[in-house]
């Protein structure tokens, strides 16, 4: 590892309202969040001093608060004003932010109705990634152990970080395994998501994607779905089990992270990143730019 440790950085981070300096930014070990997973938070990136669709990502995180039984206490407008300002006090134009909520120290129980709520929000550096060439070659996926749980067994449409345990054991047992990340099973034994992105597939140029009833819904699924219906592809929302995995011809992630990732291997099937997915990936692209402001 060469870059230097997350806690020890330079910068500001926005912290309950304020900012602080970067190492500064700290909790006490007798944090709730910390103890009994009571912590939900966002992934986001800038492009060129905007943040592509802050405004979903905010009332986002305030939903998974409420799931978790917690209200953040910062509107969605403040929370947005306060993403611009910390990338801005930053110095920085195209990079990820991180807001993260949680409860605080005043109980340390199960219950702990009258915790404080924490809101930080950090950013750094982090440019849209390398060449278009070099992704399409794809990355290679692994079939996890573990499935995302049943909706009555865990509160699975919240970016809540409990819900992360599973995705970091599967994520690291496909990396020690050669992989560069692993496709889950949901309860059901459906084809879900991965680690920390949505899954795409096309077959006879119709683009499929697991139905998002049990995992994250996400931003950029949202986004490349409208893309693609916007291009005039058929897309397919259904249920799709794993013997048909080898049906498909080409396979993406999507992601704020991944953005449009291509696929060339899902466990002992192959796929040849293609046309479609290159346009996706495009249109992409070009989506999160910040647009021009109408005159
Ligand atoms: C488990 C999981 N699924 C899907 C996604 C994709 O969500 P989004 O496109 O909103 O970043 C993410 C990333 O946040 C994730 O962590």
């Given at each position: 590892m060469s870059a230097a440790p997350f806690d020890q950085r330079d910068g500001w981070i926005w912290y309950d309202g304020q900012f602080v300096p970067w190492r500064d930014a700290q909790v006490h070990v007798l944090t709730h969040g910390l103890h009994y997973g009571s912590s939900v938070f966002e992934g986001e990136r800038a492009y060129g001093g905007v943040v592509f669709k802050s405004r979903e990502h905010s009332e986002r995180l305030k939903k998974s608060g409420q799931i978790l039984d917690?209200?953040?206490?910062?509107t969605v407008a403040e929370i947005d004003a306060a993403k611009l300002a910390v990338i801005e006090k930053n110095g920085l134009k195209d990079a990820y932010l991180r807001p993260v909520a949680w409860r605080g120290s005043e109980m340390m129980g199960v219950a702990a109705q009258h915790n404080k709520i924490h809101l930080a929000i950090a950013t750094w550096e982090w440019p849209s990634y390398f060449d278009p060439a070099q992704k399409m070659k794809g990355i290679r996926l692994d079939m996890a152990d573990y499935r995302r749980p049943d909706p009555a067994t865990a509160p699975s449409t919240a970016k809540a970080a409990g819900l992360y345990m599973i995705c970091t054991i599967s994520k690291h047992r496909a990396e020690r395994r050669g992989y560069a990340d692993a496709l889950m099973l949901d309860w059901q034994g459906r084809v879900a998501e991965c680690t920390g992105a949505n899954v795409f597939f096309i077959r006879d140029g119709v683009v499929h994607t697991p139905t998002a009833d049990c995992f994250l819904d996400g931003i950029t699924r949202q986004t490349v779905i409208e893309l693609a219906k916007r291009r005039g592809f058929e897309v397919a929302e259904r249920r799709i089990m794993p013997d048909e995995l080898g049906s498909f011809t080409e396979c993406f992630i999507t992601g704020t992270a991944a953005e449009v990732t291509p696929v060339s291997e899902v466990g002992a099937h192959t796929y040849v990143p293609g046309e479609m997915t290159k346009i996706l990936m495009d249109d992409y692209s070009a989506e999160v730019l910040p647009k021009a402001k109408a005159a």
């Open positions: 917690f209200e953040i206490p910062f």
